[in-house]
């Protein structure tokens, strides 16, 4: 089998959106979501409840019911926008601390029974079977290693559609010859 080499260049927007691929995706990112979209409206109810139990003002109590609702409404829209910022504000404080949380150019090999990745930060392998999942996104081809590592291919980095799907064969099928 032929080995398949690769550069890649990442920007901050590829790295951006792959954290927020395997943040909504990920079995914890999705727990943190849904907490974070419900923790609003369950205090709102505990809210209303004790000032409806205090308070002899109903008006007072339907006012401020209404303000906790919109209010948490507005949070529930705004979540995955909230995550973005999130996201950004932590690349960000890491660029301001002279590091990045990737790699800015890096040289992709893959052989037939690991994938290799070369950078002025380093050289990590990483076996096929090691990969928990392969997804294609309009901009970029992702393999996770974990819900937090992987690996990012911006399309843009490719030279046509056969050079992207002969690199998916070959994820494909170092997987199944590995398990």
């Keep these: 089998m032929k080995t398949i080499n690769l550069h890649v260049d990442l920007t ?4 951006i959106l792959f954290n927020e691929d395997a943040f ?3 079995k914890a990112g999705k727990k943190s979501m849904l907490l974070f979209r419900i923790t609003p409206w369950i205090v709102s109810l505990i809210l209303i409840g004790a000032l ?3 308070s ?3 008006y007072f109590v339907i006012v401020m ?3 906790l609702f919109v209010v948490s409404g507005i949070m529930n829209v705004k979540a995955k926008n909230i995550m973005q910022k999130t996201i950004i504000r932590s690349v960000n404080d890491m660029k301001s601390q002279g590091k990045l949380p990737y790699d800015v150019s890096s040289d992709l090999s893959f052989e037939e029974d690991i994938i290799r990745s070369k950078s002025a930060e380093g050289e990590h392998s990483y076996t096929y079977e090691s990969i928990e999942r392969i997804k294609e996104v ?3 081809l992702y393999i996770y290693f974990d819900a937090a590592r992987g690996i990012i291919i911006p399309k843009r980095c490719l030279k046509n559609d056969k050079e992207l799907r002969s690199i998916i064969e070959r994820l494909e099928n170092g997987r199944k010859t590995q398990e």
């Design 56 to 58: 002899d003002e109903q």
């Design 24 to 26: 909504l995706t990920s």
């Design 12 to 15: 901050e927007a590829d790295y």
């Design 52 to 54: 409806y139990a205090i």
């Design 138 to 140: 309009p901009s970029a």
């Design 65 to 67: 019911a209404l303000i």
